[in-house]
């Protein structure tokens, strides 16, 4: 076994408060990972390491620290990064509980730094918000008012506020002047829970614009805590900004980008700073998805800005790297930006791009290793397979899309947890190994193989090309092989969590003010 170093809690401490380059790296699932961690820690689990950590790590000489809780992951994905090229890869001294022992800080939840930061804001500018029952008397009353949600698309439509228009975070400065563009009428930011309704509310603010502009206190979360009733499948969404109002806005954000300390940069700059070897650099375009398909930078990563400020670590996985942002308006990239630079990140904003830069089309894919050889069956062929009850199908999809389809008779399992996993397994004569593209699966062949002493299959295309073909499929939990730790269940989505668990969050929110205090590693500032 390769011998790993070990960094301690005081090393690492040292190393937030100098602003140097280092990723955190916690390996264990998501809701594990959400029970408690270190403040900068990213969560890359060992499950899907292989897919994730070029982008989130690009430089294989950054120094990582991974850590588990005991479980033995750490050990096992410190010697898979020295495998895929990482040269200073150390474990934590003593794991989570070294951490804990030496006096550090932990958090629960997920993107904690962006919350944290949320309630700053909140705490420092005294953010203007509106309870539920407020926003639902001025609904009621059909007062001059406008509900932006500043959420994904996806979440919006999943549920909310009764005429809410899907307005995602970074958007906001750049459309509000259309939306309302009648000085006097009232803008309403929500989110599910606080952080987006606080950083947008406070967007416009910062930006100047005249409206006035009020959070939705608590988001959906309050909303539902109040007995109000939310919409379901809504597809509201902003028009075009007229030329006007692009130029207004932009003005307001480089204003806006200036006082937060935002740097500019020209594409020279960029492509010096990507050839060098001992700096991280990331290239974020903050438009919006669509907009990146049609035409973006050559090598961006499309990371819509509302998304980007409120899950900076889950992209920008290096802390104390360099963040370049771009845009085609002058308003997203800045606003995004003046976000990041209180974050205490190092931000630069493209200034000299022209439409021609827009030279790479199609949605940006993730760099992984060079795929493992695997024998390729079709669905047809398994199918057949599956009439002889000799094969058993692994499934290592999320557990979310497991739950929602999944081939019949397909146990779902875990990837870094495969020997207990197997045990769970009837045995079989062969085992076929599936996820949604098969990309996942494909890395467990060899493992399972070694596992079980049988011959093992990779299913073209995966339960895609399975469903694609309209081919039988069950749902439900029908053959959990393991945990469903993979996804932390978050309070303030969907339309059934209970209501001590959303009132229990943001009780957490509000207390995350203190703990910053406590942990002292921040580098946070609020213009």
């Known amino acids: 076994m390769t011998t790993v170093s070990t960094r301690?809690?005081?090393?690492?401490?040292?190393?937030l408060l100098d602003h140097q380059e280092l990723a955190v790296v916690d390996v264990r699932e998501e809701a594990p990972f959400a029970e408690s961690h270190p403040l900068f820690a990213a969560n890359i689990p060992l499950s899907k390491l292989e897919l994730e950590v070029y982008s989130r790590i690009p430089r294989r000489d950054t120094k990582v620290?991974?850590?588990?809780?005991?479980?033995?992951?750490?050990?096992?994905?410190?010697?898979?990064?020295?495998?895929?090229?990482?040269?200073?890869?150390?474990l934590l001294e003593g794991g989570l509980d070294g951490w804990r022992q030496a006096g550090g800080e932990l958090f629960i939840d997920v993107n904690v730094p962006s919350k944290a930061f949320g309630e700053l804001v909140e705490s420092e500018r005294h953010t203007p918000s509106l309870a539920a029952e407020e926003v639902q008397a001025l609904l009621d009353n059909q007062a001059d008012v406008v509900v932006l949600d500043a959420r994904r698309f996806d979440e919006y439509q999943t549920m909310s506020i009764p005429t809410g228009i899907s307005v995602p975070g970074a958007e906001l400065v750049l459309r509000a002047r259309e939306l309302a563009p009648d000085p006097a009428t009232r803008i309403i930011v929500n989110c599910a829970g606080r952080t987006r309704s606080i950083i947008g509310t406070q967007s416009l603010i910062n930006a100047g614009v005249a409206n006035p502009v009020s959070a939705l206190r608590n988001g959906t979360i309050g909303w539902t805590l109040a007995g109000q009733k939310l919409a379901h499948g809504q597809s509201r969404r902003f028009a075009p900004t007229s030329e006007e109002h692009r130029q207004i806005a932009a003005q307001d954000a480089r204003r806006v980008a200036d006082k937060a300390r935002v740097r500019r940069a020209t594409?020279?700059?960029?492509?010096?700073?990507?050839?060098?070897?001992?700096?991280?650099?990331?290239?974020?375009?903050?438009?919006?998805?669509?907009?990146?398909?049609?035409?973006?930078?050559?090598?961006?990563?499309?990371?819509?800005?509302?998304?980007?400020?409120?899950?900076?670590?889950?992209?920008?996985?290096?802390?104390?790297?360099?963040?370049?942002?771009?845009?085609?308006?002058?308003v997203r990239a800045n606003m995004s930006a003046s976000w990041l630079a209180q974050l205490g990140w190092d931000?630069?904003?493209?200034?000299?791009?022209?439409?021609?830069?827009?030279?790479?089309?199609?949605?940006?894919?993730?760099?992984?290793?060079?795929?493992?050889?695997?024998?390729?069956?079709?669905?047809?062929?398994?199918?057949?397979?599956?009439?002889?009850?000799?094969?058993?199908?692994?499934?290592?999809?999320?557990?979310?899309?497991?739950?929602?389809?999944?081939?019949?008779?397909?146990?779902?399992?875990?990837?870094?947890?495969?020997?207990?996993?197997?045990?769970?397994?009837?045995?079989?004569?062969?085992?076929?190994?599936?996820?949604?593209?098969?990309?996942?699966?494909?890395?467990?062949?060899?493992?399972?193989?070694?596992?079980?002493?049988?011959?093992?299959?990779?299913?073209?295309?995966?339960?895609?090309?399975w469903i694609a073909e309209k081919r039988p499929l069950e749902e439900g939990e029908t053959r959990l092989a393991s945990p469903r730790i993979d996804r932390y269940r978050r309070p303030y989505e969907g339309t059934d969590s209970p209501k001590e668990a959303m009132q229990a969050y943001l009780d957490w929110e509000f207390g995350l003010v203190e703990q910053l205090a406590r942990d002292g590693t921040h580098g946070f500032y609020v213009i």
């Open 347 to 465: 931000v630069h904003v493209l200034d000299d791009l022209q439409p021609a830069n827009f030279s790479e089309t199609g949605a940006w894919l993730a760099p992984v290793p060079a795929p493992q050889q695997a024998e390729l069956i079709t669905p047809q062929t398994l199918a057949d397979w599956l009439t002889h009850g000799d094969t058993a199908v692994l499934d290592f999809t999320p557990s979310v899309n497991y739950v929602k389809r999944h081939i019949p008779g397909a146990f779902w399992a875990l990837r870094a947890q495969l020997p207990e996993a197997l045990a769970n397994v009837p045995p079989a004569e062969r085992y076929v190994l599936t996820c949604g593209t098969s990309q996942l699966a494909r890395l467990a062949v060899a493992e399972v193989e070694a596992l079980t002493g049988k011959p093992v299959f990779l299913l073209q295309g995966g339960t895609l090309n």
């Open 8 to 15: 301690s809690f005081a090393q690492i401490r040292q190393a």
């Open 267 to 330: 594409l020279a700059d960029l492509q010096g700073w990507q050839q060098e070897t001992t700096r991280t650099t990331y290239l974020f375009d903050v438009r919006t998805p669509e907009e990146f398909e049609a035409g973006h930078l050559p090598g961006a990563r499309s990371t819509p800005g509302g998304q980007l400020v409120q899950e900076t670590d889950h992209v920008a996985s290096v802390r104390g790297a360099r963040l370049v942002l771009a845009d085609d308006d002058g």
């Open 65 to 90: 620290t991974v850590y588990d809780n005991g479980e033995g992951l750490a050990a096992r994905a410190a010697v898979r990064l020295l495998e895929l090229g990482y040269t200073e890869v150390s």
